[in-house]
C-alpha cells in the first residue's frame, strides 16, 4: 500500500524566506517521488520528481527536495520565496508495475506575504 | 501543442442524469488516468488505462466507468449522476506506466444539484 501525508495544509512565508513543505510517505515498493503545483483554475504542473539515482533532485522555478529513506521523507525547499510561489502544492508517490498510478497527498496551500 | 484537453470544462447536472467527460491528449502517450479533486482530498485516482485497449480501476471507481477510445482518447461516463460526484475532474496522461511523469489537463468542473 502506497500514502502520503502533507504536514500542514496551509503554509505562510514572507517574501524572500525559506519555503518548506513537507511531505512524508509509505510505500510497499521502492517508491518514486514527486512535487506538483497548482495555480488557481488550473491543472496539476511537475515541480520534480525522484526515481531513483542522486536523492536531491533540483525541479523547476528554484525548488528542490531530498528524499531520505531512512525518514520516509521527501521535503520540498526553496532558499527565497517570490510573490509568483503562491499555490497548491502536492506532493505524490508512485511505483510498482504502474508507476503512473500516483497516491497524493491532501495538498498545503502556499501564502507569501510582501 | 496542445498536450492535455478536456471538455467541458464546467458542467452542471442534475441528480440522475448522465454524462461523459471527454479527454484526448496529442503526446502520442501509451497511458491515461482520471482522478477527481476534491477539497482537502487531493486528487483520488478513479480509474486508469496503461494503453490502448486496457483499463483498470483506481481507489474510487464506483458510480463512473471509462472508455480508451484509441491512443488518444479516454472518456469517463457517470451513468447517474450524484450530488457525491460533485468534484473537479482531472484527466492526465504519461508516455508510458513506466515513465513516470504525468501531464495534467485543466480540469472539469461538475457540480450535481
Known amino acids: 500500500a502506497q500514502s502520503v501525508t502533507q504536514l500542514g495544509s496551509h503554509v505562510s512565508v514572507s517574501e524572500g524566506a525559506l519555503v518548506l513543505l513537507r511531505c512524508n510517505y509509505s510505500?510497499?515498493?521502492?517508491?518514486?517521488l514527486f512535487w506538483y503545483v497548482q495555480y488557481p483554475n488550473q491543472g496539476l504542473q511537475l515541480l520534480l520528481k525522484?526515481?531513483?539515482?542522486?536523492?536531491l533532485v533540483k525541479g523547476i522555478n528554484g525548488f528542490e527536495a531530498e528524499f531520505k529513506k531512512s525518514e520516509t521523507s521527501f521535503h520540498l525547499t526553496k532558499p527565497s520565496a517570490h510573490m509568483s510561489d503562491a499555490a497548491e502544492y502536492f506532493c505524490?508517490?508512485?511505483?510498482?508495475?504502474?508507476?503512473?498510478?500516483?497516491?497524493f497527498g491532501r495538498g498545503t496551500q502556499l501564502t507569501v506575504w510582501p | 501543442n496542445a498536450g492535455v484537453t478536456q471538455t467541458p470544462k464546467f458542467q452542471v447536472l442534475k441528480t440522475g442524469q448522465s454524462m461523459t467527460l471527454q479527454c484526448a491528449q496529442d503526446?502520442?502517450?501509451?497511458?491515461m488516468y482520471w482522478y477527481r479533486q476534491d477539497p482537502g482530498m487531493g486528487l483520488r485516482l478513479i480509474y486508469y488505462?496503461?494503453?490502448?485497449?486496457?483499463?483498470d480501476k483506481g481507489e474510487v471507481p464506483n458510480g463512473y466507468n471509462v472508455s480508451r477510445l484509441n491512443k488518444r482518447e479516454f472518456s469517463l461516463r457517470l451513468e447517474s449522476a450524484a450530488p457525491s460526484q460533485t468534484s473537479v475532474y482531472f484527466c492526465?496522461?504519461?508516455?508510458?506506466?513506466?515513465?513516470?511523469?504525468?501531464?495534467f489537463g485543466q480540469g472539469t468542473r461538475l457540480t450535481v444539484v
Open positions: 505524490a508517490v508512485g511505483g510498482g508495475s504502474t508507476l503512473g498510478r500516483l497516491y
Open positions: 510505500s510497499s515498493v521502492p517508491p518514486y
Open positions: 525522484y526515481t531513483t539515482g542522486a536523492t
Open positions: 503526446m502520442n502517450h501509451n497511458s
Open positions: 488505462s496503461a494503453s490502448e485497449g486496457t483499463t
Open positions: 492526465a496522461s504519461e508516455p508510458s506506466h513506466l515513465i513516470a511523469e504525468a501531464f
